[in-house]
């Protein structure tokens, strides 16, 4: 059964508008060169609620894939080149892993 991992990021406040910049010139282009972008299924910032926050989700086959996942994408060196960039406009992060409900409609 597939998994989905919702990663959360709240952004530094005044910070998102340079979050955005990096990951449209420099963090999606490695993401999609490395083939990464396969497993995503999308990319989402917050607009009422918590604020500041970016929020991406992913699908894996298991922990396994998922695992291995971020392995290869955290050795590929032009996304490292992205995240260490990145790292400075994030105050914290949250990771959750879900698991889809057996009804309804699945991405």
């Known amino acids: ?3 989905y991992e919702k ?3 709240d952004v530094i ?3 998102m ?3 955005i910049r990096l990951y449209a010139e420099e963090g999606w282009p490695a993401l999609a060169s490395g083939g990464y972008s396969d497993n995503l299924v999308g990319y989402f910032t917050s607009d ?3 604020l500041h926050q970016l929020v991406h989700m992913w699908k894996f086959d298991d922990d396994a894939d998922r695992r291995a996942f971020w392995t290869r994408l955290f ?3 032009d996304f490292m080149k992205f995240a260490v960039q990145l790292r ?3 105050g914290s992060q ?3 892993l879900l698991n889809p409900a057996p009804w309804g409609p699945q991405p």
Request: glycine share 8%.
């Open 75 to 77: 050795a590929d060196e």
């Open 17 to 19: 508008p340079e979050v």
């Open 13 to 15: 406040v005044g910070q």
């Open 7 to 9: 990663r959360t990021y």
């Open 88 to 90: 400075p406009h994030i």
């Open 94 to 96: 949250e990771i959750q």
């Open 48 to 50: 009422t609620g918590r």
């Open 1 to 3: 059964m597939a998994i």
